[in-house]
């Protein structure tokens, strides 16, 4: 990921350590070069912070980031090992004496002892608050009953310049028990079966880890006994920040355990070490299935798993919720109060549903937008006063006035003493990066009088603000308060004068300008409320001399614009368009921030008339005003995110446009903007789909494996992968697939060929070359040592029309394998390998995915796990079709089942014929592909043979090559294990095609 080292961001260090005899001593993970959607607009703002404590996102999703040596040796120094994006090594001298731990036998129940410091150990965080951020760790068991006693091993240590051991005696541990979601992780929701708030005082034992940090035993009786025949245990610390609970790792284990970073779940590839002790029995409880409400007593854990809902030593009368009413948090948008409701409760009420088995405790509702969110409803504040206020929730006001203003910011006002006035945010009570600013005249036109970032004289810390300014008496002044980039948070405003009179007060006389009235024939220089008391229209920085009234030949109206740009003009464009004609005027890029530009334009009467003005990055930061005919249509004070719309300027009875709506590379049949990009399609105004061609930007149906593209509008980054740059050593990406049905034969990507100096730009590199290679999966890591299929190709990208971050487009790329790879489930890499000064970005994709892919930095072969995946498309060979259907399926259930068989002999005999779906192609007849289980091709009575023999203990079925079922079927199969003996087995899972 690109470091801004001088922008306002947490250093990012690792809080996870790893040590095994099987990787290089010294290993650090480097940081990854991407372009971030939000971090390259952060790059339009530096600033040095020094302040903030050590951040831990360098580990999201946690899984890989991890510093490695081998036991027995020296890791480098500290100071020798300090990267350029402010993440430390961690020098370290490994022990040859080893202790051994082990889970007492006595009524053990489940046991996991600890990994000794000469084995590869690791120890994960497991605390409520590292660095502003939550860790809790899960470990899964089994073989449980009634649970009395639990007994763990861990450090207490913080991370500074590197790892210390830190004083806590004794450490509260919040201990919770959790039942299985189905899948192998905790089930989050509805929450814990157990929990425990227990200080427990802890027995150190006699070796060191890392040659100087102590390791801990912590056992205790659990207050009330546990009873679960298997599930979760979360063992956290709860006094962080300055002492932390690491919880380390165990040898014996299913070798996954789960970490929860705040609300996100990533799982780890190692057990943390436990041992649960107790009395071993069967646990019953109630069994309910939430979906029909449906609830039966006295059932065996075991027996209800899943989404079943199951609460051990309870009967269905007790169950909290009742059986079948799964509730959550329910927010009131008005005043940010919660409350726990079903969601057919909450919707009706206009109020915010968090979703099934959502808390009110904490509160996850927003707070309401302040009464003072705009200029107009600006409070009015003493002089001397101080007020208590919050930014959370406001929307943002896009102003510079001595600093840029563009995070979430609310209006107060005061009357001028004659003398200094000073509104300050300095205030222990001040919990944000703060800015403010202050104007006078009024809200339509403000004038800026000046403004503060930084105050270095505040006691509470320099990040608050601080501006004086000499008053006149009488004269209303507005303050704005906000914060640096996107902070928000509360603060105090303390308003106060210095007693003595000024003599300079900023002229805050209302601006003249041009004002337009009596049908354009008449001009006059004058206030904007002088001009609409004549009735006309008024343009700043105008005059009647230089800038007479344009005046429209009869029979025609005038449209007006009238922009102001912000500090990023580039990223603003805006058209006007017609409905019968088209684009009629545009505006933008632009080359100058802070800029007005007015234009007038001389349209037909009665036309219909659409504005439309973008903003790529998505901070809607321009504000303008939109006259038709004299009269103000629209104004923006430049709160519109990606962009907003104005139709029917001229004609009230035009009605919404219609357009072209594409989603992934198909037009969709709707013609409103609106119902597209609820889709998460790009729309085209005028255009319909019966002779529009989408330009390629997502998967199309025949592929084996999807992720589409993120678009412009959504969470995107573009990922360096080109292994050469010409500063050194590069990057390579790696993204994983599964669940293929037939070899890969083209591969479809996006991405853009991108330099960084001195910011990012398109360098032009095109066709491009570009290294493929696929690779087994090795303990859920690409097998890079043992590459199965590479394919080397130089392509030209198509240009998709999708703009990131201003002038950035996506391009598409393409290119056929031939000889195809057979692979089902794995990895690959896609690398650039042209102009080391050109780099080929990934873009990433939308939501489909594992939720992360990994980049190798070439230096040192490390792996750095992102939080993101990139898109990708695998397809079969062209013209190798496949068809939505279920191998051996003839009687359209979407299952080939014994029914098949019955169903195939009775259509031989003269029966109906076989239901298959109606999609032949390579000249194969539906009935062939889809009764064929023999690979044949051919439906016949051996298919009849092969399928009776199939459910007897033969072969599984085999589908024709020719026509192969697509991999987006949900089908299934009763599969004997045995002769004679049926059970359901799946052959086929859908695979969801991200949109």
Not at 519 to 546: H, K, P
């Amino acid at each position: 990921m690109i470091r801004y080292d001088n922008f306002k961001c947490a250093v990012m260090l690792v809080i996870f350590l790893t040590f095994a005899n099987s990787t290089v001593a010294g290993t650090i993970e480097k940081p990854t070069s991407a372009v971030y959607a939000r971090q390259v607009t952060m790059e339009k703002k530096q600033k040095v912070v020094e302040e903030q404590p050590a951040a831990v996102d360098k580990i999201t999703p946690d899984k890989a980031a991890r510093i490695t040596g081998a036991a027995g040796e020296i890791l480098p120094d500290p100071a020798e090992a300090l990267e350029s994006d402010g993440t430390p090594g961690i020098g370290v001298a490994l022990p040859t004496d080893v202790t051994s731990w082990e889970c007492l036998p006595t009524n053990t129940l489940f046991s996991q002892p600890p990994h000794t410091p000469g084995e590869s150990w690791s120890a994960g965080a497991s605390e409520l608050n590292v660095n502003g951020s939550n860790y809790k760790l899960f470990e899964s068991f089994e073989n449980g009953g009634e649970i009395t006693d639990i007994r763990f091993w861990g450090w207490k240590a913080v991370l500074n310049d590197q790892w210390e051991n830190c004083l806590e005696e004794p450490m509260t541990f919040l201990i919770e028990f959790w039942l299985d979601d189905g899948t192998g992780s905790p089930n989050i929701a509805p929450g814990p079966v157990y929990s425990y708030n227990i200080s427990i005082g802890d027995l150190p034992m006699d070796s060191l880890y890392s040659g100087y940090i102590n390791a801990y035993e912590w056992s205790t009786v659990l207050p009330v006994p546990c009873t679960l025949s298997s599930g979760h245990v979360s063992i956290q610390g709860q006094f962080g920040p300055d002492c932390w609970f690491l919880w380390l790792s165990s040898p014996v284990g299913d070798g996954h355990s789960w970490l929860m970073k705040n609300s996100s779940l990533h799982d780890y590839d190692y057990d943390n070490s436990l041992c649960l002790t107790g009395t071993s029995m069967d646990v019953h409880g109630a069994c309910c299935d939430d979906a029909t409400g449906s609830c039966t007593d006295n059932v065996q854990q075991q027996q209800c798993p899943p989404p079943l809902r199951f609460w051990p030593n309870t009967l269905c009368a007790d169950l909290d919720p009742p059986c079948g009413l799964i509730p959550g948090a329910c927010c009131d948008p008005a005043t940010g109060n919660c409350i726990v409701t079903l969601e057919e409760t909450c919707t009706p009420l206009g109020w915010n549903y968090q979703g099934d088995w959502t808390d009110c405790d904490p509160n996850p509702c927003p707070p309401p937008v302040p009464a003072n969110d705009s200029c107009r409803n600006a409070i009015t504040v003493a002089v001397p006063s101080d007020t208590p206020g919050s930014t959370i929730s406001a929307t943002p006001d896009t102003l510079t006035c001595d600093v840029d203003q563009f995070a979430n910011s609310v209006w107060y006002k005061v009357i001028g003493t004659g003398n200094t006035i000073t509104a300050s945010l300095c205030d222990a009570a001040t919990d944000y990066d703060t800015k403010i600013q202050v104007w006078c005249n009024y809200c339509t036109r403000p004038i800026c009088i000046g403004g503060n970032d930084d105050d270095f004289d505040c006691i509470h810390g320099y990040l608050q603000s601080t501006f004086s300014w000499c008053s006149e008496p009488g004269t209303e002044y507005l303050i704005l308060v906000g914060g640096f980039w996107n902070n928000s948070g509360n603060f105090v405003l303390h308003v106060y004068d210095d007693g003595i009179p000024c003599a300079t007060p900023p002229d805050c006389a209302a601006p003249i300008g041009r004002c337009c009235y009596n049908d354009d024939q008449s001009c006059a220089d004058v206030t904007l409320e002088d001009c609409m008391a004549l009735g006309g229209y008024w343009i700043d920085l105008f005059n009647c001399i230089d800038n007479p009234c344009a005046i429209c030949p009869g029979g025609q109206d005038k449209i007006i614009v009238d922009l102001t740009t912000d500090l990023w003009p580039r990223e603003i464009t805006w058209e006007i368009y017609e409905r019968n004609v088209g684009t009629i005027a545009s505006g933008g890029p632009y080359s100058y921030g802070n800029t007005n530009y007015v234009y007038e334009i001389c349209v037909d009467e009665g036309g219909c008339y659409d504005w439309y003005i973008y903003d790529t990055y998505g901070d809607g930061g321009c504000r303008y005003y939109l006259y038709y005919d004299g009269a103000l249509v629209h104004s923006s004070s430049g709160r519109y995110g990606f962009g907003e719309i104005v139709y029917d300027m001229g004609n009230s009875g035009c009605g919404e446009p219609t357009g072209a709506c594409c989603v992934a590379r198909e037009c969709v049949a709707t013609n409103r903007q609106g119902e597209c990009l609820a889709l998460g399609g790009a729309w085209y105004i005028g255009e319909e789909c019966e002779a529009f061609e989408c330009l390629p930007f997502g998967c199309d149906s025949s592929s084996l494996f999807s992720q589409d593209p993120a678009p412009p509008t959504g969470d995107w980054r573009f990922t360096n992968s080109e292994p050469v740059m010409v500063s050194g050593p590069g990057y390579l990406i790696f993204e994983d697939f599964s669940g293929l049905t037939g070899e890969v034969c083209n591969i479809h990507f996006w991405g853009a060929q991108l330099y960084s100096l001195p910011e990012w730009h398109d360098c032009g590199e095109d066709p491009v070359p570009f290294v493929f290679t696929f690779y087994e999966d090795n303990g859920g890591i690409p097998d890079t040592a043992n590459p199965l299929c590479t394919h080397v190709d130089t392509i030209s990208g198509v240009g998709t029309g999708q703009i990131y971050t201003g002038d950035v487009e996506a391009k598409y790329y393409e290119t056929v394998i031939d000889p195809c790879c057979p692979i089902a489930d794995g990895w690959i890499s896609i690398a650039g390998a042209g102009d080391p000064a050109c780099w080929f970005m990934w873009l990433s994709s939308g939501e489909a995915g594992s939720g992360f892919a990994y980049q190798m930095w070439m230096d040192g072969d490390s792996l750095t796990v992102t939080d993101y995946d990139m898109s990708l498309c695998l397809a079969p060979a062209a013209g190798a079709d496949c068809c939505d259907y279920a191998d051996g399926d003839v009687n359209g259930s979407d299952h080939f089942n014994g029914l098949d068989i019955t169903y195939g002999v009775a259509f031989f005999k003269g029966g109906p014929d076989p239901l298959c779906p109606d999609c032949a192609v390579n000249g194969c007849d539906s009935w062939d592909y889809c009764g064929d289980v023999n690979a044949s091709c051919n439906y016949n009575g051996l298919d009849i043979t092969y399928g009776v023999a199939y459910f007897t203990g033969g072969p599984p079925p085999m589908p024709c090559v020719d026509c192969p079922p697509c991999a987006g079927i949900t089908g299934g199969i009763n599969v004997p294990e045995t002769p004679g003996e049926i059970k359901t087995k799946t052959i086929f899972k859908r695979k969801p095609i991200s949109k």
